[in-house]
Structures are given as C-alpha cells and as structure tokens.
C-alpha cells in the first residue's frame, strides 16, 4: 500500500496569514494527489485534484503543487471559513489511501 | 446539480448485516466511478470500495470478503452491503463519485 504522511498534523493560524501543507507518499503516484477540507459534520470537500487542477467552485486562494513524492496544498490568505481539517488522498493506486489529516486552527 | 444522499445506517450487532444506499441525481450513476469512503468517529478518512464504469470492484482489504459495492440503473443508486460486521466497521460512511463527496453520510454503529 502507498503511505502517505501528511505534516504537520495541526497547524495555528490567522486570519490573513499564508499556509503551507505537505503531503509525502511512500512511492511514485503520477501525480494522482487530491486535497479535501472537512469541515466537522459535514462531507469532505474536493478542493484540487490531479495535484494542482482547482475543483470548480473553490476559491483561488488556494493552489496545489509537487512532484515525485513530495506535494503541497497551500491558502494564499486565510479567510475564517478555511479553519478545518485538510486530508490528501492518492488515486493512482488502490487502496486509495488518504493522509491523516491537518486541523487548521485559529 | 449533482445530489448523493446516503441512507441505511443504524445501529446493528456484531456479526450483522447492513446494506446502504446512495441515491443519485443528476448524472447516471453507471457511467461514473464511485466509491464508498467511511470516517470512524473522531478519526480520518478511509476509502473502503470502488465500482468502476465496467462494474469491476476493488476493496480495502479490511473488508474484502464481507463487504459487497454494487449499483442499479433503474433506481441510479449505489449500494454497499455489508456482512459479518465488526465494532471497528463503526464509522460515518460516504459515497463519492469520482473523486466528489456530495451527501451527509450515513451513521454505521456496531455494538451488543
């Protein structure tokens, strides 16, 4: 199964400020990397597929990128509607595992 | 607008079994990949199946002989049926076609 190890597991933040996500798999995966906010009680949300194609409807405030094993979702400027927990998710290979989460704090 | 919407959980004994449902809207639920992912309370996400559009299947191997992803036309609905459950199939269950999550979940809870 492809790991994949996501830092840091809780981040501090505030309103206005840039974040950073890193996601690492344990081997090759094409670019096949998808980031999701959840939000408590409710459904994940698809922000970017394919490491760095924007989901329709999701702001531009927040990008995707990498390579090799190594990727990044990043919030350009917080905005008090983005404090949630963020997981990336492989789907080049099944199981489609998925990180274990960052929880974005105030 | 696209619409999934979970139904089927409840509360079932060890050993038991459950069959959820994902109704859809606005696309045809054969002409898409779908998959079930389920969410343990307070815990991450964790994919469990996909049906691909060659009704083809593949599992976690956590469930890999008990758990069965199947869908039908007539109604445009996914299904997973679910046997010889355990406490730790205990978790909020989503479908998602492709890769979008659209519903609220559906609630397993296993326990005597």
């Known amino acids: 199964d492809i790991q994949m190890t996501q830092s840091p597991s809780s981040l501090s933040a505030s309103v206005g400020d840039r974040v950073t996500i890193t996601c690492r798999t344990s081997q090759i995966i094409n670019n096949f990397l998808n980031w999701y906010q959840q939000i408590p009680g409710k459904s994940p949300k698809l922000l970017i597929y394919?490491?760095?194609t924007l989901q329709s409807g999701v702001p531009s405030r927040f990008s995707g990128s990498g390579s090799g094993t190594v990727f990044t979702l990043t919030i350009s400027t917080l905005q008090p509607e983005d404090f949630a927990t963020y997981y990336c998710q492989q789907s080049y290979l099944t199981p489609y595992t998925f990180g274990q989460g960052t929880k974005l704090e105030i | 607008e696209v619409q999934l919407v979970e139904s089927g959980g409840g509360l079932v004994q060890p050993g038991g079994s459950l069959t959820l449902s994902c109704a859809a809207s606005?696309?045809?639920?054969?002409?898409?990949?779908m998959n079930w992912v389920r969410q343990a309370p307070g815990k991450g996400l964790e994919w469990v199946a996909t049906i691909y559009s060659g009704d083809s299947t593949t599992y976690a191997d956590s469930v890999k002989g008990r758990f069965t992803i199947s869908r039908d036309s007539s109604k445009n609905t996914l299904y997973l049926q679910m046997n010889s459950l355990r406490a730790e199939d205990t978790a909020v269950y989503y479908c998602a076609r492709r890769l979008t999550f659209g519903g609220q979940g559906t609630l397993v809870t296993v326990s005597s």
């Open positions: 394919s490491t760095s």
């Open positions: 606005g696309f045809i639920v054969s002409d898409s990949y």
